[in-house]
């Protein structure tokens, strides 16, 4: 089953609205999680790196106030894109990392699709 | 970001033959490696990770790894129908970020 669980998969909004997504580690805790956007035939991009406890680390070029991302807890992160736009709609999958040992990497939510209208 | 370079594609294949991808990566930094295999409209799944030079076989995948050329592939062989996807080449760096190219779409032709 999914060991990553993240809701909403589908957005559809108008221009202007906050949205705000939510990534679960099921059965482990996870100090690191991840934030990638997709846009479409493109690769995943790496947003920020969402540590527990601490203030999220972004990639060069992404605007941190544009993206809040908050990590309070050892099994949940959340994206909240502020006042979006239609360039904003894309693919969003979060990631986290089991440290625990072994397995994967990492493991990924099931992604959601933000369309701004 | 970290560059991860990979041959958009399609690459296209027969049933049955064997299908190759390559990736570059900048960083000499990077310790590992991994590809994922991505549907359309889904998240990434790993096929293969490779962290030392050489060959490494998991079934039909065989990922090879070579840090002097900075260069990684994965050979899919027997290729299916159901191997047709978007193949991502993902790099870890500073042991805790991913970075991933823009992926090699791959039709395996029946």
């Known amino acids: 089953g999914a060991v990553v669980s993240q809701h909403p998969s589908r957005v559809i909004c108008k221009s202007g609205t906050s949205v705000k997504i939510e990534c679960r580690s099921l059965?482990?805790?996870?100090?690191?999680m991840f934030w990638y956007r997709q846009f479409p035939k493109q690769s995943l991009m790496l947003m920020a790196t969402s540590n527990e406890g601490s203030k999220a680390t972004y990639e060069q070029g992404v605007e941190k106030d544009k993206f809040l991302i908050n990590h309070a807890s050892l099994t949940l992160s959340t994206l909240t894109v502020t006042s979006a736009h239609p360039e904003d709609s894309s693919f969003y999958i979060c990631?986290?990392?089991?440290?625990?040992?072994?397995?994967?990497?990492?493991?990924f939510g099931d992604g959601t699709r933000l369309s701004i209208l | 970001q970290k560059e991860v370079e990979q041959n958009s594609g399609p690459l296209s294949v027969p049933e049955g033959a064997i299908a190759s991808l390559n990736c570059t990566y900048s960083?000499?930094?990077?310790?590992?490696f991994f590809w994922y295999r991505q549907y359309s409209g889904k998240s990434p799944e790993l096929i293969m990770s490779i962290y030392s030079n050489g060959d490494k076989e998991d079934g039909r995948f065989t990922a090879q790894l070579n840090k002097a050329s900075q260069y990684v592939s994965l050979l899919i062989r027997d290729s299916q129908p159901s191997d047709s996807a978007t193949y991502l080449c993902a790099a870890l760096y500073n042991f805790n970020k991913f970075y991933f190219g823009s992926g090699t779409k791959l039709n395996v032709k029946p």
């Open positions: 990631s986290a990392r089991d440290l625990s040992g072994g397995g994967q990497p990492q493991h």
């Open positions: 960083d000499r930094g990077s310790q590992s």
């Open positions: 059965d482990f805790q996870a100090t690191t």
